[in-house]
């Protein structure tokens, strides 16, 4: 039993629209061991180490199912068990997870097990752990050997775990912020790996760190540091505060007592968490001791005056106070029988107490601290303490140190209220915690006394949120209210593209439509990520970890993400939804790559986006497997594009006033048109489009068409999406590698990136509607990873249509020998007909475009599918024909014909009518058809 692949995604996947890991799991000989043979020895040692398990539903989805399946005459297999127990044990560590699925994973006893996660390292501890504890329970005659240490036990790796898990976690106190955003339908991103976190979008988004906020102010968190200072702010504006004195030796702190007047407390002068305070104070001995461990904490220490009472802590957001606590050190109380180390145990068993934050209460430890504490009335911990009295075990009353907390919001007085309010205002925190000293809060300090021991910049909220007597309080809502005040933005518009061909041309479109309407956009694509058109990371930023950067960025407001099969599988998707998602095709590229082996396999990924679409999934009418997806987007809008203004099933959505993007014919030529809610709307002829080259490159008509629908579906104005489109061209600037026309030579070069048949074809189509006086000659390639099928097919698509052919490969092989696919394509070529003698094999790129462009004559057409995109268009426009000065340049443009129409038609059955594809795109068949 090993683990053979692990994988985090981070969003929307093809397991589930939310994080998931996907283990593969190779189950070896324990195939032929599933629970019922296991035997109720295993299950039950399963259900002692993990009790939570009786909870889980499994596929019965109620309590007890997944007991049930393990019990059952039958049984399940341990690759289902391992995902419950990955589950559990997350819960146990306090991380609330619940989802997960196990299924087979091709061979015989390899399974993909899937489960949720919130934090990875967590999640991916979780599986492993799960691992060694399964192995640990199983019989000796099929345990693996080496997978459970000798001196292995369940206890300590799982208080291990527990602590593993919550040193990267979130602490309450941000989880709590983090959990109102999500109610409010904030999203969130860890920004580190611990408290520092992005609420909402781009230039939208606010930022925390636990719960100081991106808007408190700088001076004020370090006023509220210096205890000093704030004391004497304080007592400035008439607020009861102790007396205090700073001091930097034993000695003198002895001194700053005498003066103050015992009792007194000595307390680190930048501490926290109640680390390092001493309180009570009686004695000279007592001070130098309390110093010295305070100032192992800070080097300056402070004395104040003790203050008898409670220790309150009260809550003020945005000038109003919204929880009032009262905290009690970690204590027992005596029943004249047990020693203090049982009644600690005893106190410890109580359910709500766990380690660290994992619950709503932390164990008591017995350390040091507690020590001294008995120490000072005469106990050890193995001293048996009266019946009734109560034994302090800590000097302060922090939760984080095992106290408890009493919600006392419901009573206390107005005054104390008002004395809260104010001093945080004074210091001047957005959030802040005021420690208030009183023996009773519902009484005011103006007259039973009282005072500030302290204010806090960074208050903790489990003491509100989940207090261990009272109601608790939702004292995180009002700061998300604060900081997203209601009406006001908290996300970007977001727009997501993928498919096999087009997907790259078509965000660039939409990202400078975006412009010209006077956005910010953030843009993810192939080469970079691009903010405001100007590329700020260089790469194939196609995957999750550029849709958070765009997302990150504080000037983008509105984002545009190239969306791929590659990040899909690999991570997910970098967002759990977008306003507008759009599958362009489904063609055949990458097959066979990551289990993806069918253009249906490689379309359910592609689906990923529009399954995701909240406002409208804009999906290819003319493609039969985009079609497909209308029925998994929940989507208010369903948007169809199509290139034939017959295709009965868009018409039948238009008059039903669904949205949808035509191209119809007219006597100026061919219009974009827009439908929605019954209206007509004529966008621009598809001629004023520099990007299609007079209308005659199809591809780029329909990638606008694609950029015009998503534009409208975000919102943007009519006139920008035409002048978008108006001033959008394919230069190497704007759309590298796609379709760039070079005019600088006496021939004319155009250079693509396209690397499967599908792309292929259209660019050798555009090539074959331009007018040419001399040859067209071409450099073809094939990327190596691509299956034998799918290079053949691109020599197919370029076969005859050219009167030389240089054949190369990609810098990078992907498993391919040497010359294997540019041989590969040579034969591809011979085989659909072409003379060998037009064909020439050049390995290397650079070389192959130097032999072209030295090939190339006044009036030839050369077309190059490139790879290195930058160095062959640096290679294209610095070419000079004897190596030396530039060649003169062509101030000509291409003609451009039409070629005599040639109607092809292909018929695809579909359940229920027949689809007709032609060069205008599909449609459903009439009966005239027949």
Known sequence: MKILERAVYVGPSLYAHFPVIRLRLDLGALEAWPTSRLGPEFVAGLLTALPGLHEHGCSYGEPGGFVRRMTEDEGTWLGHVLEHVAIELQNVAGIKVTFGKTRGAGPVGVYDVVYEYEHRDEGLEAGEFALRLLASLLPAECRPEGMVPSDWHFEDERDAYIRFAQRRALGPSTASLVHAAEERGIPWTRLNSYSLVQLGHGKYQQRIQATVTGRTPHIAVELASDKEETNKLLAALGLPVPHQELVQSGDEAVRAARRVGYPVVVKPYNGNHGRGIAIHLMTEDEVRAAFTVAQTISRSVIVESYVAGDDHRLLVVDGVLVAATRRTPGHVIGNGAATVAELVAEVNADPRRGIGHAKVLTRIELDAQAERMLAGRGYTFESVVPAGEVVPLRSTANLSTGGTATDVTDIIHPDNVEMAVRAIRAVGL?????????????????????????????????????????????????????????????????????????????????????????????????????????????????????????????????????????????????????????????????????????????????????????????????????????????????????????????????????????????????????????????????????????????????????????????????????????????????????????????????????????????????????????????????????????????????????????????????????????????????????????????????????????????????????????????????????????????????????????????????????????????????????
């Open 430 to 930: 957005d959030v802040g915690g005021v420690d208030f000293l009183t023996t009773d809060i519902s009484k005011s300090y103006k007259t039973l006394g009282g005072g500030i021991c302290e204010v806090n910049a960074a208050p903790g909220f489990r003491m509100h949120s989940a207090p261990s007597e009272g109601t608790p309080r939702d004292v995180a809502g009002p700061v998300i209210d604060m900081l997203f005040p209601k009406g006001t933005p908290a996300v970007v518009p977001i727009a997501a593209i993928t498919g096999t061909n087009g997907k790259t041309t078509t965000s660039r479109m939409l990202a400078h439509i975006c412009q010209m309407a006077g956005f910010t956009p953030g843009q993810t694509s192939t080469d970079g990520v691009y903010v405001n058109g100007q590329r700020t990371v260089e790469g194939d930023m196609t995957g999750p970890m550029a849709t958070r950067m765009v997302l990150g960025d504080p000037s983008v407001d509105i984002a545009v993400l190239e969306v791929a099969r590659g990040g899909l599988l690999r991570a997910g998707m970098g967002t759990r939804y977008v306003d507008v998602g759009a599958v362009l095709n489904v063609r055949e590229d990458h097959l066979g790559l990551k289990g993806i082996d069918t253009l249906d396999q490689l379309a359910e990924v592609k689906r990923i986006v529009v399954e995701v679409a909240r406002d409208t999934a804009v999906l290819n009418a003319d493609d039969e497997l985009v079609l497909k997806m209308a029925s998994y987007t929940d989507s208010k809008h369903l948007c169809y594009v199509t290139m034939n203004p017959a295709h009965e099933l868009v018409r039948e959505h238009i008059r039903a006033g669904g949205r949808a993007c035509a191209l119809e014919a007219g006597v100026n030529g061919e219009m974009i048109t827009l439908y929605d809610r019954g209206a007509h709307i004529p966008l621009l002829w598809t001629h004023l489009i520099p990007a299609t080259l007079e209308g005659r490159a199809l591809h780029n008509v329909q990638n606008a068409m694609f950029a015009a629908v998503m534009a409208f579906s975000l919102g943007i104005k009519l006139d920008s999406i035409r002048q978008g489109l108006r001033t959008f061209d394919t230069t190497f600037f704007q759309a590298p590698g796609r379709m760039n026309v070079y005019s600088g030579h006496p021939f004319r070069v155009i250079m693509d990136y396209g690397h499967n048949a599908h792309a292929v074809s259209a660019v050798v189509d555009v090539a074959q509607r331009l007018d040419v006086r001399g040859r067209r000659l071409v450099v073809v390639s094939a990327p190596g990873d691509r299956r034998d099928e799918d290079v053949v097919a691109i020599a197919n698509a370029v076969a005859g249509h050219f009167d030389h052919y240089v054949c190369r490969r990609d810098d990078s092989l992907r498993g391919r020998d040497g010359d294997e696919v540019p041989r590969m394509l040579m034969r591809g070529l011979v085989a659909a007909g072409v003379d060998p003698s037009q064909i020439t094999e050049i390995p290397e790129e650079e070389e192959a475009t130097a032999h072209v462009l030295r090939m190339a004559r006044d009036g030839d057409l050369v077309l190059i599918f490139a790879d290195a995109l930058q160095r062959s268009w640096d290679q294209i426009t610095n070419f000079r024909a004897d190596g030396s000065e530039p060649m003169p340049r062509s101030t000509g443009e291409f003609a451009v014909v039409t070629p005599a129409p040639v109607r092809r038609q292909e018929r695809v059955p579909l359940e229920g009518a027949t689809l007709v594809r032609d060069e205008r795109g599909v449609r459903l068949a009439r009966e005239s058809d027949d």
